[in-house]
């Protein structure tokens, strides 16, 4: 159990261009999804902590006009990458849990790169 | 400080041994505590848990010291599989991820 799907698995696009990135929550609800961004050779970095039926909580230095986040069920969370810019170009992972025992699930990641 | 700090390695070690990972966190309010391996572009999978009773699992042994905010992982007999990246990752209100040691296992 605790299946998280996330799609797409890597996207390439044009810059000044938004890409949208889904995470799924497959056998459990998840009032909470967390997004989480890795350049190469580096951590996971927090983004932004998605809440169902509310805004989402961003982290120190994430614009959230620019990384869109919606969570408008209690199994999907999106988020938008608007204008994309080379820069943006990392691994986007989102995480969820079913409960603080069981730990917390990812993603498959999306590699994004923006040309 | 940072929040979850540990040695990025890379541990290079022949197949066999016996190898331990340190982790150490500034938050005394953290509550869950687990390690996550993650393999070269691929998104982290959860490895274990990580309890002040300490736990095993296997070849796996985590070890949880809250006095001294402290967390480790023992892996034995070390095998080429286990070569990946392993990351702490301490929660209170939000996950924090360390920065990840590399293991490197040969032959």
């Known amino acids: 159990g605790a299946v998280v799907s996330q799609h797409p698995s890597w996207v390439i696009c044009k810059s000044g261009t938004s890409v949208k990135i889904e995470c799924r929550s497959l056998?459990?609800?998840?009032?909470?999804m967390f997004w989480y961004r890795q350049f190469p050779k580096q951590s996971l970095m927090l983004m932004a902590t998605?809440?169902?039926?509310?805004?989402?909580?961003?982290e120190q230095g994430v614009e959230k006009d620019k990384f869109l986040i919606n969570h408008a069920s209690l199994t999907l969370s999106t988020l938008t990458v608007t204008s994309a810019h080379p820069e943006d170009s990392s691994f986007y992972i989102c995480?969820?849990?079913?409960?603080?025992?069981?730990?917390?699930?990812f993603g498959s990641g999306t590699r994004l790169t923006v040309v | 400080r940072k929040e979850v700090e540990q040695d990025p390695g890379p541990f290079n070690v022949p197949e066999g041994a016996t190898v331990a990972f340190n982790c150490t966190y500034s938050?005394?309010?953290?509550?869950?505590f687990f390690w996550y391996r993650q393999d070269c572009r691929k998104e982290p999978k959860l490895l274990m848990s990580?309890?002040?009773s300490g736990n095993e699992d296997g070849r796996f042994t985590a070890q949880l010291n809250r006095a001294s905010q402290y967390i480790s992982l023992l892996i034995r007999d070390s095998k080429l599989s286990d070569s990946a990246t392993y990351l702490c990752?301490?929660?209170?209100?939000?996950?924090?991820f360390g920065a990840g040691t590399i293991l490197r296992v040969k032959s």
């Open positions: 938050n005394s309010a953290s509550q869950s």
């Open positions: 990752v301490v929660t209170g209100n939000k996950l924090v």
């Open positions: 998605s809440n169902e039926g509310s805004k989402a909580t961003y």
């Open positions: 990580v309890y002040s």
């Open positions: 056998d459990f609800q998840a009032t909470t």
């Open positions: 995480s969820a849990t079913p409960g603080y025992d069981y730990g917390y699930t």
